[in-house]
């Protein structure tokens, strides 16, 4: 069945270096979430897209995140530099308007920052 | 500004016990209302919504604007609904960004 899904599932590495996770959205879905988690905050919204537009990234630290859609079918959320505090799982989520708005997630990608 | 508190972090209930999992929002407007469910080793997923008022896996939830809660409840609780229990909330409808709880994790004992 169709599934979000994201890569990695796990990533370590040092302050400062770059970090890029992907996305792939279910087809046909027409909204794409970043969602991070962590212990002290739960779960908190980064940015969202709609039909690969984004409307809503006030949620990201715009200094050193970027979040974006090269295509109907890839979201991609980076980080530079990374920071531990970044560590987190970060979930994308993908969806449709319509009268479920049911989003769907993917099973996360886990970054430690060291 | 919107906010979802879950009070309990932990709850533990024996099998055939009733459940209720608590959530209070806070929001000036109508807003949607959603239970989310994480099994273990599973992604999140939508258990129920308030607006579609139906039961899933015997689970019920009702919309409370007085008292703002969205409390989940189950009759009977059993072995498989052990999992992490998300409420969330969204501004408007059309899929829009969720605010989340920080969820509860539900631990049935047999």
């Known amino acids: 069945d169709a599934r979000v899904t994201q890569t990695p599932r796990h990533k370590v590495t040092e302050m400062g270096q770059e970090v890029t996770m992907r996305c792939q959205p279910i087809l046909g879905h027409n909204t794409v979430f970043w969602y991070r988690q962590t212990m002290m905050q739960g779960l908190e919204l980064l940015a969202y897209?709609?039909?690969?537009?984004?409307?809503?990234d006030s949620g990201m630290p715009k200094d050193r995140f970027s979040a974006e859609m090269p295509d109907a079918t890839l979201a991609t959320l980076k980080i530079q530099p990374s920071e531990p505090r970044d560590s987190a799982v970060y979930f994308c989520?993908?969806?449709?308007?319509?009268?479920?708005?049911?989003?769907?997630f993917g099973p996360g990608t886990r970054l430690t920052v060291l | 500004a919107q906010r979802v508190t879950q009070p309990e972090k932990l709850l533990s209930v024996f099998k055939g016990a009733p459940v209720e999992l608590k959530c209070n929002y806070s929001?000036?407007?109508?807003?949607?209302l959603f239970w989310y469910v994480q099994y273990s080793r599973q992604r999140l997923q939508l258990l129920l919504r308030?607006?579609s008022r139906e039961s899933i896996k015997g689970f019920t939830a009702d919309l409370n604007k007085g008292e703002t809660s969205f409390h989940l409840k189950k009759p009977f609780a059993q072995e498989e609904d052990s999992a992490m229990y998300y409420c969330a909330l969204s501004g408007r409808s059309g899929n829009t960004p969720l605010v989340f709880g920080k969820g509860t994790r539900l631990s049935v004992i047999a």
């Open positions: 308030h607006i």
């Open positions: 929001y000036s407007g109508s807003p949607e």
């Open positions: 897209f709609r039909n690969r537009a984004p409307l809503d």
């Open positions: 989520a993908s969806g449709l308007v319509d009268s479920a708005d049911e989003q769907f």
